[in-house]
């Protein structure tokens, strides 16, 4: 899977390079740089979910006209991304809707699938909360790499896997996989 955080903005041949591929590629919410991204967490007051899934729907238009299949598109909210922490909590909390307020490109693609008025539901959802700022905030734990961040990061990934996430980006992978494993259990089976 080609994971590139800008969502195919900042390399022009990257969605032609997935296309070509035939490989999955995760399209993630992405505002400005680093540099510039903490000064661009500015959405319409209770509208973050829908103004991360109209600019999502942008990327998702350009992969499809660069000829990336449908089923090899996968959606990032991008937590921590030009997001504050109640920024962040709202992405979390409202991920599920993610893929029902996304709405491709409506014009025929090379492969029949950018049908109009085509809903999103079915991308896949990747959700990766790990270490991030707003769990400090919430614990107020400025280090990223301390155990409360750890115990943090496994309330996100659950609450990740409840919003219907099939990929969840961890730092620690071993610590993790119980714990999804069991939310996978609760809310899936």
Partial sequence: MINDVTGGLMDSQMLPTAADLQVPICLMHYRGDPESMTGLANYPPGDVMGQVARELTERTAAALQAGVHRWNIVLDPGIGFAKSASHSLDTLR????????????????SDGYGLPGLPAEGFGLLIGASRKSFIGAVLKEKDAK????????????????????????????????????????????
Avoid at 94 to 109: D, M, V
Avoid at 156 to 167: H, L, R
């Fill in 146 to 189: 301390s155990q409360r961040r750890v115990w943090g990061t496994a309330a996100a990934s659950t609450a990740g896997v409840e919003q219907g996430a099939c990929i969840v980006r961890v730092h620690d992978v071993a610590e993790m996989a119980d714990v999804l494993k069991l939310a996978d259990a609760i809310y899936r089976w």
């Fill in 94 to 109: 409202g991920s599920r809707s993610l893929t029902r307020l996304c709405r491709p490109w409506s014009g025929y693609g």
